[in-house]
């Protein structure tokens, strides 16, 4: 069986399409491209941050360079199951993107306490130091159902479509679900394209006929925008309030975190 892929260098366009656009593009699609052997499948992630969310809200000002952290599983993982904690990196619109792949209970391991898993990979030094900066913790849980395509001429063309994405702030942990509150209207579709460099022109002319057109998505980012910066903003109003009024909100808050 082959190693899996530990470094990505490429670019990502998002597209939010309607539901005609979807079913109007995806036949057009299997002209040229083939659906992974997987088919749909549940993708669930744990998306780490500072105490103040310093991480996202760089993210939104889109700034020239950019990178994140992220716990990611196919499926809802038990401790022994595989999951992949990713580094992703974004510079002058190129994304980089490193990740080792280990058990739910070796990331649990490394993340709280630094015990690494029995591992050659340098990727653990760009964490350690990414770590050593932000000391990030998980923030937020975002899963969605996932098919991926690959081109037939060009296997690195690929093209993935993202429904029913949905997020929760609690049970933050792999093994706790894939539940949680739609962060998008049913009718929607999250489709991305990754290329090694410039799109085919086939494909050009395809979302051009459709009225497809990029946009500026992150669903972590929309996600801390539609919701977590109201309940941040709500937090530090409850400061000003006596203990007794704050009790309700402090104990919503507590629990969560990573476990195996």
């Not at 580094?87 to 792949?101: E, Q, S, T």
């Not at 030094?125 to 932000?134: L, T």
């Not at 296997?155 to 706790?176: K, P």
């Amino acid at each position: 069986m082959s190693k899996p892929q530990t470094i990505f260098k490429r670019y990502e366009k998002k597209y939010l399409l309607s539901r005609g656009q979807y079913d109007a593009l995806r036949p057009l699609l299997q002209e040229k491209m083939t659906q992974d052997a997987y088919g749909e499948h549940t993708i669930c992630n744990l998306y780490f941050d500072t105490p103040e969310y310093d991480l996202i809200r760089t993210s939104i000002e889109k700034p020239v360079y950019k990178e994140k952290l992220r716990l990611r599983s196919y499926g809802v993982p038990a401790a022994n199951d595989q999951v992949f904690l990713e580094l992703k990196k974004k510079y002058k619109g190129i994304v980089y993107k490193r990740r080792v792949d280990l058990s739910l209970q070796e990331a649990a391991d490394y993340l709280r306490y630094g015990k690494r898993p029995l591992s050659d990979s340098h990727v653990f030094n760009e964490i350690d130091w990414f770590q050593s900066m932000y000391h990030a913790t998980p923030k937020v849980f975002i899963a969605y159902e996932r098919s991926a395509w690959h081109g037939n001429e060009d296997a690195n063309l690929r093209v993935t479509f993202d429904q029913g994405i949905r997020f929760r702030e609690t049970a933050l942990d792999l093994a706790s679900g894939d539940w949680g509150q739609a962060l998008l209207e049913d009718d929607r579709v999250l489709m991305e394209i990754k290329i090694p460099g410039a799109m085919p022109l086939w494909m050009s002319r395809m979302l051009s006929e459709l009225k497809i057109y990029p946009a500026s998505f992150s669903k972590y980012g929309v996600c801390y925008k539609a919701y977590l910066l109201g309940e941040r903003l709500a937090g530090r109003a409850e400061v000003a309030k006596p203990a007794a009024f704050r009790q309700d909100y402090h104990y919503a808050k507590q629990g969560g975190g990573l476990s195996a």
